[in-house]
């Protein structure tokens, strides 16, 4: 595909890019000497918002566990495995229930994975979802172990909805999660430093309600429809009025 791709760019009147870090690694891999306007992802905060209460957990971990959520296609590059690596961890040190959204390659991998590790219990595999705004408020935190993310929507959607995030320093999640402020970055692969920080929002109310406040008025102020899809409509004017 990379004839072609580099085709439509070079013969485009216009081209966006969700993410600087996406903007540079287009221009490095394809060499196109075209503007490449940054416009980021965007979120509708009315309807990935936190719910009243997370009493709807309790679907998910009667006992009270608190739970994690991953989100994903479960191709390789989203490392859904470490996700259940992570619980392994964090089950050390807080009961805890995994919540894995989605399908792809990996998930047998996964499902076997959990049950290697004697955490089945502790699994849920809901597959696809068509409503996961519905589900995303019920989670505690989110974990997105990825090695690559252009930007990393599933995480935006998080902090929406007032879940925590705990994700790895790669591609455009920078320009999304401050770290410390309104979630927390690892490096890929570092299942210990990732659970450290699981564990630790999953243990601290003071933490988790400081990350998640700060994580829903970051969306709300740089991401929200609001705010972005008019960046794109002026956008699409001066394309149209060159």
Known sequence: YFPITKFSIEKSDGVTSISEDLRRHTIEVFGVSNEIRVINNFINCDLYRPAADKTG???????GEKLLIHVSNFRPVKRVLDCIRILAEVRKHTPAHLLMVGDGPDRGPAEHLARELHL???????GKQNHVERLMPLAH???????MESFGLVALEAMACGVATVTTNVGGVPELIIHGENGFMEPVGDIAAQAARAVALLTDDALQQRITAAGRARAMQQFSTERIIPQYEQYYKEVLTR
């Open 57 to 63: 957990a309790a679907a998910y971990a009667p006992t």
């Open 141 to 147: 935190v989110l974990l997105m172990p990825s090695e």
């Open 120 to 126: 089945a219990p502790h699994v849920s595999f809901l």
